[in-house]
């Protein structure tokens, strides 16, 4: 079983629609979880950086974290076609723990058509 | 303030050959990670050096290869080049070591092995 499972889409919605992006994981150790917005050609830029369970806001994002499921979620309201571009979900251990690096998902590759 | 630098953005190379790529952080970010991206592996952390030490290393052969200077730029070299060797080479740096801060990224070498 891999670390972090993320559904790769691709996901096509219209302008307006509310999005719903999720990772699952089985590592138990990962306390710190963000998600990456990756456009065609760049790098991947962060979005949304959470350590605990519940839920965290900034615009039209929500992300979303269950840690007694192992389960992650990228909420994005009134999406715009510029928010076409693969979404990643990455995590890694608590501080001061020996697993530093970020494991990440796969992506998801989202379009959204006006 | 200026973001994490990579060069050269695209090069093609031939198996056997060798590559260095080079990633300048963020002013004042100590810590540089490399990943490897590819479309069936996803990102897969290469290594991480903080102040001109290796601290982290992820699962690739000893082609795989890396170095940090005094004033905090890096690179990374391969050796022996393989097809499976064309990917996006990201580099990410950070104020600190360990498990806090977030994680910049640059737009990435793209490496293409023939």
């Known amino acids: 079983q891999k670390e972090v499972e993320q559904d790769p889409g691709p996901l096509s919605v219209p302008e307006g629609a509310i999005v719903s992006l999720n990772c699952t994981y089985s590592?138990?150790?990962?306390?710190?979880f963000m998600w990456y917005r990756q456009y065609s050609r760049k790098g991947p830029e962060l979005l949304m950086y959470t350590y605990s369970s519940g839920n965290k806001e900034d615009g039209r994002f929500t992300a979303q974290v269950d840690k007694s499921s192992k389960y992650i979620s990228l909420f994005i309201r009134d999406s715009q076609p510029s928010d076409s571009a693969t979404y990643l979900c990455a995590m890694r251990g608590g501080v001061g723990g020996s697993n530093y690096k970020l494991t990440f998902g796969k992506g998801t590759l989202l379009t959204v058509n006006p | 303030k200026a973001g994490v630098t990579q060069t050269p953005r695209y090069l093609i190379k031939t198996r056997g050959q060798q590559v260095t790529l080079s990633c300048s952080p963020i002013?004042?970010?100590?810590?540089v990670s490399w990943y490897q991206q590819t479309p069936g592996q996803g990102l897969q952390f290469l290594f991480e050096y903080f102040s001109e030490t290796q601290r982290n290393k992820g699962n690739f052969p000893g082609r795989f290869s890396g170095r940090q200077f005094s004033n905090s730029r890096s690179e990374m070299n391969v050796s022996t080049l393989e097809l499976g060797d064309s990917a996006l080479y990201l580099c990410a740096s950070k104020i600190g070591t360990g498990n806090t801060g977030e994680l910049f990224f640059g737009e990435g070498s793209r490496l293409t092995v023939l």
């Open positions: 002013s004042g970010h100590r810590s």
């Open positions: 590592n138990s150790a990962f306390q710190y």
